[in-house]
């Protein structure tokens, strides 16, 4: 089974929930299987099948809850996002450690958390990107440096709230 | 302030989707500027954290045999006519899957993985992650991404060629993927940590012909190696020899 393993953990990415994850994955190949002719030999299929478990994902419950959810300005202008600007302290939360990149990455919206996933962990180009979205590539190039954003906001975020505890507690 | 234009470009030049011009006069400005560099440096750590951090989930092995099960238990008669639209190499695949429907060895499953790995990489339009005909350059991207190092062949005065190599995973276990090129065949070359295979699969050394394809594989220095292509037996044999001869 060709990308087993890179599916499920991308399905617990987006369902945040193991077992919704597996439902998702058995039915991204069951439905990979039934629909094969669709497949056009020569293109990509790779992200063929992460259409499909993305498909399978936005019509499931939580897809749709997190969908309803999601600021319909996505691709606007980046309101609400504090500017970042490079300091000697964000260089160091870029560094930060795995276990944080977690938590920020688990708050930011689906639609960043996927497409981050998509380009960093999946190494996808921003063309497969596009295919597996349905997105034309512009929308890919804002969607990402919005995510990155929002990514580095949140880490700023925990950041802050960490030295802050450690004021609290007189360190 | 001087910088602006270069860092709103910063990620997609990162990301290796600058044209290819724009990227030689990004390398130089980066390697010049101090401000760049830094946050070039930055951003690439915040990729490779990224990518260790997004690693986070594996599926069990009770899991996967049961979506192995399903799949088998899918009715062959639509299952035969998908696979009949697509070309041959897809066809291998139909065939490949359909030994599901019986009963296998552990060490013939493994086989078809590593088969279906080779046909769904072939049929992708980005079968590498990296492209390159340089041992010098695949052979180091692989760095920080699989946790071991391996020796890639000199192809100097041999028919075949490297075309790139890309990441790839074995039952939970990452490895390399590399693909080569002889007289328009393609073959990979999957290189895995032998100690995180499964021991049932561990002989020491076979060869073998799997459907289509013609397979061979060893254990070298605490690696498992498999050689996989529709090239003939002595092709698949001869680069074998060239990657036990460089380990």
């Known amino acids: 089974m060709p990308h087993f393993e890179r599916l499920y953990n991308f399905a617990c990415w987006l369902a945040h929930d193991r077992e919704e994850a597996e439902d998702l994955v058995q039915e991204t190949y069951a439905k990979a299987l039934k629909g094969f002719s669709s497949f056009q030999p020569g293109t990509n299929f790779r992200a063929w099948i992460y259409k499909i478990l993305r498909n399978t994902f936005l019509t499931s419950r939580t897809g749709l809850k997190a969908n309803a959810t999601v600021p319909l300005d996505l691709e606007g202008e980046d309101e609400g996002l504090p500017v970042i600007r490079e300091t ?10 795995g276990q944080l990149v977690q938590q920020a990455l688990e708050q930011l919206p689906v639609a960043y958390r996927e ?13 497969e990107i596009s295919a597996t979205l349905v997105i034309p590539m512009g929308t890919v190039m804002s969607r990402l440096s919005r995510a990155r954003k929002a990514l580095r906001s949140g880490l700023q975020q925990q950041f802050a709230k960490g030295r802050n505890k450690m004021v609290n507690h007189g360190l | 302030m001087v910088c602006e234009s270069w860092k709103a470009k910063l990620d997609t030049y990162l990301d290796g989707e600058v044209p290819e011009q724009e990227m030689r006069t990004f390398d130089a400005h980066v390697r010049t500027c101090p401000s760049c560099s830094a946050d070039a440096l930055a ?3 915040l990729k490779r954290t990224i990518q260790v951090a997004g690693k986070r989930f594996t599926p069990s092995a009770e899991f996967r045999r049961r979506v192995q099960q399903r799949i088998a238990a899918k009715p062959r008669r639509s299952f035969n006519l998908g ?3 697509a070309a041959a190499a897809i066809l291998v695949v139909g065939t490949l899957t359909s030994v599901y429907l019986g009963t296998r060895s552990g060490r013939d499953q ?36 699989i946790p071991f190092a391996f020796n890639l062949p000199e192809l100097q005065n041999s028919e075949f060629s490297l075309l ?23 073959i990979s070359v999957f ?9 049932e699969r561990n002989e020491d050394s076979l060869s073998k012909k799997q459907l289509a394809f013609n397979l061979e594989t060893w254990s070298q220095g605490g690696l498992r190696y498999f050689v996989i292509g529709d090239a003939s037996t002595a092709d698949i044999e001869n680069l074998a020899k060239l990657f036990k001869a460089a380990s």
């Open chain 1, 88 to 97: 000697p302290e964000s260089f160091l939360l870029q560094r930060s450690d």
């Open chain 1, 115 to 127: 497409i981050l996933l998509l380009c960093e962990l999946e190494e996808m180009s921003y063309q």
């Open chain 2, 191 to 199: 290189v895995f940590q032998e100690r995180s295979l499964p021991a």
């Open chain 2, 83 to 85: 696979w009949m639209f």
């Open chain 2, 164 to 186: 790139g190599g890309r990441m790839t995973y074995l039952e939970q276990t990452p490895g390399a993927h590399l693909i080569y090129d002889v007289r328009k065949h393609h």
């Open chain 2, 43 to 45: 951003r690439v750590q």
């Open chain 2, 110 to 145: 493994v086989f078809s993985e590593i088969a279906d790995l080779h046909v769904a990489t072939l049929a992708s339009s980005s079968p590498v992650d990296v492209v390159s005909t340089d041992r010098h350059t695949v052979k180091p991207w692989f760095q920080g991404k």
